[in-house]
């Protein structure tokens, strides 16, 4: 009896793996090949033949989407990319370009990077998971947000299956990437004007999330266009979007005041003093809770709101309309923090803002004073 369980025992097992080893076999493993400059046809039918079982719920279990699939699609791209006259820049300079743009650190759950050769940016933390975030990390760009970078052929991407960018005629190919990525690539890292001016037309949103998200401003003709497109009116109800263009958190925590929104506001005085005025009422009436930022953070924005205002009060005839209304009218403890911060700032640095705080706190909001 007892070698009768046995061999049962041995041939259930032997069955098992059996059935393990066949159920390995049917899963399609992507072919670890190096791409070469001159991608061959085979190449790239491999890869599109097994990302056709992505497209079935019966076989989808079948191919897993890795870093090869990055791989061909990236430096298919960038073939594409120098044809249409891109000009690959240095590894020094792209690594600037991408840490000054998109400020990429990989401490930050929003960044990460694959081997040596990527680093990634996703544009939407899913559950917040680092787990999640690995497992979905090539699904389609709509859902993650995902952009990559890559270190190697000196661009970014989203994520894009071959069908939607080759076509396969006989034993060539052809590649139709999308113009957005052509555009994206050759204004950030060739400065390329005639790709802005595409993409203020065909991308908006990419544009206007280099500003208001990653805060990039030191493009004057950039920042002058999300400027007058973005103003007051477009944000009347979530005027917290509106002050992005004014500041940026970074993933890191550092925060940073854009003086060259202001700069740009000098210009128009009038015009600007009257959205910065709407907003800051509602900043001191609590409507806007800027709750992304702690009291030393939001008090450095407020200054510096208060600051643009008064010292243009002479132009727009705002006189009371900044620095002595706010300190007039916020609560009396928050009266004492906000003088106490400022002056342990040092007032920002900037020229006359003690001058003007000191006044207003006189002067309030210029009611019953006599003129």
């Keep these: 009896m007892k070698n009768r369980i046995f061999h049962l025992l041995v041939f259930t ?36 033949e097994k990302q056709t079982y992505l497209e079935n719920e019966e076989t989808e279990d079948k191919y897993t989407l890795s870093k090869i699939d990055l791989d061909i699609l990236s430096d298919l791209i960038s073939k594409d990319l120098k044809s249409k006259g891109y000009k690959e820049p240095s590894s020094e300079n792209f690594s600037k370009k991408i840490n000054s743009i998109f400020g990429l650190d990989i401490k930050c759950i929003q960044h990460g990077k694959i081997d040596t050769r990527y680093l990634v940016y996703h544009g939407n933390l899913l559950d917040g998971s680092q787990n999640t975030l690995e497992d979905n990390l090539f699904e389609s760009f709509t859902e993650t947000g995902n952009i990559f970078f890559d270190q190697k052929n000196k661009l970014l991407t989203p994520f894009v299956l071959l ?25 950030l890292f060739n400065d390329s004007k005639a790709d802005l001016a595409w993409l203020k037309f065909n991308d908006k949103t990419f544009l206007e999330t280099l500003v208001k998200d990653f805060g990039y401003v030191k493009d004057k003709d950039l920042l002058e266009w999300y400027i007058k497109g973005n103003g007051i009116e477009k944000y009347s109800n979530d005027k917290e979007t509106y002050l992005k263009v004014f500041y940026t958190k970074n ?38 809770k800027l709750e992304n930022l702690d009291f030393h953070e939001k008090s450095k924005l407020i200054a510096y709101l208060l600051y643009f205002g008064e010292k243009h009060k002479e132009k727009t005839g705002l006189t009371f309309s900044f620095m002595g209304t706010f300190y007039e009218h916020s609560q009396e ?9 400022f002056k342990k700032q040092k007032y920002y640095g900037l020229p006359s803002f003690e001058k003007y705080w000191n006044e207003a706190k006189i002067e309030g909001d210029g009611i019953g004073l006599d003129m």
Excluded at 333 to 341: G, R
């Design 13 to 48: 097992t032997f069955f098992l793996q059996c059935q393990n080893k066949k159920e390995q076999e049917n899963i399609i493993k992507p072919t670890n090949t190096t791409m070469q400059e001159n991608i061959s046809t085979n190449q790239v039918k491999d890869i599109l």
């Design 251 to 288: 993933c890191d925590n550092s925060f940073n005041v854009h003086s060259e929104t202001f700069s740009y506001m000098d210009s128009d005085p009038e015009k600007y003093s009257k959205e910065i005025i709407s907003v800051l009422e509602e900043i001191r009436t609590d409507r806007i």
């Design 333 to 341: 403890d928050l009266q004492k923090k906000y003088d106490e911060e």
């Design 163 to 187: 069908k939607n960018i080759v076509t396969i005629k006989g034993q060539n190919y052809s590649t139709h990437i999308p113009q957005n990525i052509t555009a994206q690539n050759k204004y």
